[in-house]
């Protein structure tokens, strides 16, 4: 039988793979909108696939809250203590999912993707748009191997429960 650790760590493990593919679309197309004759379809998909890129986390960060620490958040900054909770210390519970630094930097993401939420396509900021892309390989790999680092931690947590039965 399944536990709820190693079910946990599976699903996250199926997101990173997700986030995966659409980091690489990122990377592609906005190498491509450098030299397309149309770079506002190239850059309006590295907006969307950027939106994309936080709403993946943060499904798993979802996951994570109320499937390992029993909680569901709500109220008008959820989004905001969602991100804050991923970095606290639960004994018993789990250890911190991201670092602080990788909190702070995620949270730009976070704010992007409300402002693509909120705008319209042809108001986006190539220069914003540059930043996150620039900034996002080495915060992907910080954040990819933050989560691969809490599922070993529930996969060991799974195999623990097993020796138990």
Known sequence: MINRYS???QRIRQERDELERIFAVVQRHWQMSKTATDADAYLN???LNLH???S???RIFELIAIDLDGIK???EH???ELLHQMTLDLPRVRPPVLSRETAERLDAYRKFRHL???IYTTHLDPGELEKLVVALPRLWMQTRDQLDALANYLDQLSH???DKT
Request: aromatic letters at 12%; proline letters at 0%; hydrophobic letters at 50%.
């Open 7 to 9: 079910a946990v760590a």
């Open 45 to 47: 998909s590295v907006a």
């Open 52 to 54: 994309g890129f936080y």
């Open 56 to 58: 993946g986390l943060e």
């Open 73 to 75: 958040l709500g109220g």
């Open 78 to 80: 959820w989004h905001i």
């Open 116 to 118: 693509i939420r909120n």
């Open 160 to 162: 623990a429960d097993e």
